[in-house]
T-cell receptor, first 117, second 111 residues
Framework: DTGVSQDPRHKITKRGQNVTFRCDPISEHNRLYWYRQTLGQGPEFLTY????????KSRLLSDRFSAERPKGSFSTLEIQRTEQGDSAMYLC???????????????FGPGTRLLVL | RKEVEQDPGPFNVPEGATVAFNCTYSNSASQSFFWYRQDCRKEPKLLMS???SGNEDGRFTAQLNRASQYISLLIRDSKLSDSATYLCVVTQHSSASKIIFGSGTRLSIRP
């Protein structure tokens, strides 16, 4: 399967613990996005990388959240000192930036479902 | 007011029916528009892009009305497998943070 993969698929943690999620994008894709989705809502943008550079971060992304994409391939999203409100599905998407200036198609991974107790 | 609004549904229609959803957006600077489909506890998958002239893909037709700032999705001859949540997406090319998903419209097709 050459699609976007995420690991782990599920994570249960206690409040105050740190968690780290991994995303492996489609290999030739240079853009990588992280989203958060809660029940009954659409995905909310968190942050975005073009190659290894983190170009944008949402105001939703508190200082407890950090993301990296060190070699421009896989990415990690870390949440420190988790809170119950962090419980959500964390989705990763990747895309290939084109030259036409149009918004390219994003391909989503299966997500990591986080439950903070 | 949300930047992208959708009727949450659920729409419950019989197999073979035609169903239509609208999605309104508030930012007139929006440039690209998409419909995604999301099955329960799965990731969103692109259904179709929405072009200014309208576009059709099999039983699915998407329309864009820039003047009234809405996009629509029409599903003809609905199948049981069309049951899902349909998310509209509105973007501005200048900023990834301007990729805005609606909350989705739930569709349930009954036999």
């Amino acid at each position: 399967d050459t699609g976007v993969s995420q690991d782990p698929r599920h994570k249960i943690t206690k409040r105050g613990q740190n968690v780290t999620f991994r995303c492996d994008p489609i290999s030739e894709h240079n853009r990588l996005y992280w989203y958060r989705q809660t029940l009954g809502q659409g995905p909310e943008f968190l942050t975005y990388f073009q190659n290894e550079a983190q170009l944008e971060k949402s105001r939703l992304l508190s200082d407890r959240f950090s993301a990296e994409r060190p070699k421009g391939s896989f990415s990690t999203l870390e949440i420190q000192r988790t809170e119950q409100g962090d419980s959500a599905m964390y989705l990763c998407a990747s895309s290939l930036a084109g030259t036409s200036g149009n918004q390219e198609t994003q391909y989503f991974g299966p997500g990591t479902r986080l439950l903070v107790l | 007011r949300k930047e992208v609004e959708q009727d949450p549904g659920p729409f419950n229609v019989p197999e073979g029916a035609t169903v239509a959803f609208n999605c309104t957006y508030s930012n007139s600077a929006s440039q690209s528009f998409f419909w995604y489909r999301q099955d329960c506890r799965k990731e969103p998958k692109l259904l179709m892009s929405v072009y200014s002239s309208g576009n059709e893909d099999g039983r699915f037709t998407a329309q864009l009305n820039r003047a009234s700032q809405y996009i629509s999705l029409l599903i003809r001859d609905s199948k049981l497998s069309d049951s899902a949540t349909y998310l509209c997406v509105v973007t501005q090319h200048s900023s990834a943070s301007k990729i805005i998903f609606g909350s989705g419209t739930r569709l349930s097709i009954r036999p």
